[in-house]
């Protein structure tokens, strides 16, 4: 498995301009933060993430596409209600 210091760098760099934030649980799970770096807003709180399937540059880098369709998802559903 890749570190933690590596996977944050990674994944933060994979969110530009937001910033990321990843931390290992007591049941030794992730969890992931995507937050507006000024406001401090999160965009995406992520809990439970199994790391055992991050083991390489390539699987992190589908998690974050993934994870970036599904912030996009949100706010064209919070922009419908606008």
Known sequence: ????VELSRIMASGFDPLSCECSVSSDGSLTIRVFEPESGRVELLLNGVA????????????????????IKAGRRGFAAFG
């Open 1 to 4: 498995m890749i570190s933690i």
């Open 51 to 70: 790391p055992q399937g991050l083991d390489s540059i390539r699987a992190i880098a589908n998690l974050i596409g993934e994870l970036r369709t599904e």
